[in-house]
């Protein structure tokens, strides 16, 4: 019998969503239809409003059209309910701000629904960030406001500071929302409750059980238009300062006294602060960098970074980049940490993989020693889900003690059968936006510790003039990254 799609009860209080870019690819991709998907599962106050606010001038109901045009585009067509796109339409206002000028405010504050809270979301670039925080606060409005803000916030450390030190000259840390919309997977939040829930893993998470950790989040596609912005930054800068290495936090972390934000960033903090500085001769043996040349993907010929549309052909800026991070305390003392990440890989994939150590003791035979190991498989996407690889013995009489390794899974899409579809990241941020919890959230100092280890990183490739290695797009990245975990004694794991 199916049971019925029941929605836990949540408490929202009605706000003022004032979305600050909404004409961007961001918020006609990502964010609109997630707050559709929000009202639509009855998660909005009925009361709550949203501004579209965005610098386009012009008339108001040509850009609410275009908004909706978009919303019927990027929605599963399975999700597009008339009445609830007419109803979520509805709620918006557009309204024509040019973000720099204090004036515009002024009529955003008569907008502002009195006595209800404004979240304040910005999908624009982070230059501009303090000005519509100082204008925010010239027109009354910063005493009730939360800021969300969109990464990348600067470049490198000292960037990353003059943003948050703007920000944080009208709106205390409290009321400062900075998004990782990894966060708000269904299978990274579970990944508090595997490993503090469960006896089974936390009695075994350090040194003396794990062996390694891996964490890969690969792309199938190239630039998809955005050379202007990806090709200042690098995959180090867009993937490895903020994605992987809040992954890297999550499993690396200790309990945190509580489920309170503070506590859980506080135990961030520490791993972030723990991580070994990658120097000298270990930027040749630890770090790689890769850029893809010309290959195929899903059969098809694809251009190499350097022949995208407006290429700088002497580019030297890295799209993909595998390392090794060790964390410096009792819990991770000798078990290294391997992330990879790049674009124009053979699939789409981000998962985590905990490698245990084999028994101490071996009984089996021995061309099966290699078979022994079990590994926990966290998929964050395409496939969102858990499996744990055990070895079981061979079924039949003539099979004896042979040994083979089996799965034991848990996918998410088909066990949770309350619910029809597994909400978007930006689905479960926004909704803790409303409801003022910043547990999901990441607090300035995690920044700045990120910042401070990845700028050595890049610092030392400008020193010693380090140039990408180019591989094939298509492929797992360079052979060189094969080698930087090889030379260990270990292999990536599922590589084809």
Sequence with gaps: MKEPNIMPAINVEPCTFGLFGALGDLALRKLFPALYQLDRAGLLHPDTRLLALAREAGSDDAHLASIESHLRR????????????????????????????????RRLADTVTPEQPLIAYFATAAAVYGAICEHLDGVGLAERTRVVLEKPIGHDLESSRRVNDAVARYFPESRVYRIDHYLGKETVQNLIALRFANSLF?????????????????EKVGIEGRWGYFDKAGQLRDMIQNHLLQLLCLIAMDPPGDLSADSIRDEKVKVLKALAPITGEGLGSRVVRGQYIAGHSDGQPVPGYLDEDNANSQSDTETFV???????????SGVPFY??????????LSQIVIHFKEPTHYIFAPE????IGNKLVIRLQPDEGISLRVMTKEQG??????????LLQLHFSDTWRRSARIPDAYERLLLEVM???????????????AWTWCDQLIAGWQQAGDTPRPYAAGSWGPMSAVALITRDGRSWYGDI
Excluded: C
């Design 368 to 371: 099966q020693r290699l078979q």
């Design 202 to 218: 936390e009695t075994q998470w350090n040194q003396n059980s794990i062996s390694h950790v891996e964490i890969t989040v690969a």
């Design 74 to 105: 990027y929605l599963p067509a399975t999700d597009v309910d008339e009445t609830a796109v007419q109803g979520f339409m509805a709620r918006i206002t557009y309204l024509h701000l040019d973000f720099l000028e204090r004036e515009g405010y």
């Design 339 to 348: 992330l990879r990440t790049g674009k124009r890989m053979p699939q789409k």
């Design 322 to 332: 595998a390392l090794r991070a060790d964390i410096r305390n009792w819990r991770w």
């Design 435 to 449: 409801r003022g919890n910043q547990n999901l959230f990441v607090r300035k100092d995690e920044i700045e510790h």
């Design 397 to 406: 009489l003539d099979k004896g003690m042979h040994l083979r390794s089996d």
